[in-house]
């Protein structure tokens, strides 16, 4: 299983990127997707998650609004469009895929199976 974390750079406060996250070597439309960040010297955080149908989608409080995740299941891929971008986004952003397809999508690290190698955001003020 891989998964393709691609899209970081760096970009002024309020702009805009996209991530994207290429899967290989699993069903992908079986698993539920998330986005985690981890700044330097902190924990690695959730961001966003979408169900495996595109139809549970949960965000950070600290995102809503500016952060929109999706997929593309025909291609294998999850994306994360970030808006209006501030200084504290600057952090590597790591994708996931989580088999359980529970009810509630998982905000915690440790129900993910599988990760990404990352991608880093950098925002400038």
């Known amino acids: 299983v891989q998964l393709q974390a691609s899209g970081g750079g760096l970009v002024q406060a309020g702009g805009s990127l996209r991530l994207s996250c290429a899967a290989s070597?699993?069903?992908?439309?079986?698993?539920?997707m998330g986005w985690f960040r981890q700044a330097p010297g902190k924990e690695r955080e959730f961001v966003a998650a979408i169900g495996w149908s595109g139809g549970r989608i949960n965000y950070a409080e600290s995102v809503k609004g500016r952060f929109t995740i999706s997929r593309d299941n025909a291609r294998y891929t999850a994306y994360l469009q970030m808006n209006s971008l501030k200084p504290e986004d600057t952090a590597v952003y790591y994708c996931?895929?989580?088999?359980?397809?529970?009810?509630?999508?998982?905000?915690?690290?440790?129900?993910?199976?599988?990760w990404g190698q990352g991608t880093q955001v950098t925002v400038s003020s």
């Open positions: 996931a895929a989580d088999s359980r397809r529970w009810l509630v999508l998982s905000t915690t690290l440790g129900e993910y199976d599988y």
């Open positions: 070597g699993l069903t992908f439309s079986s698993y539920d």
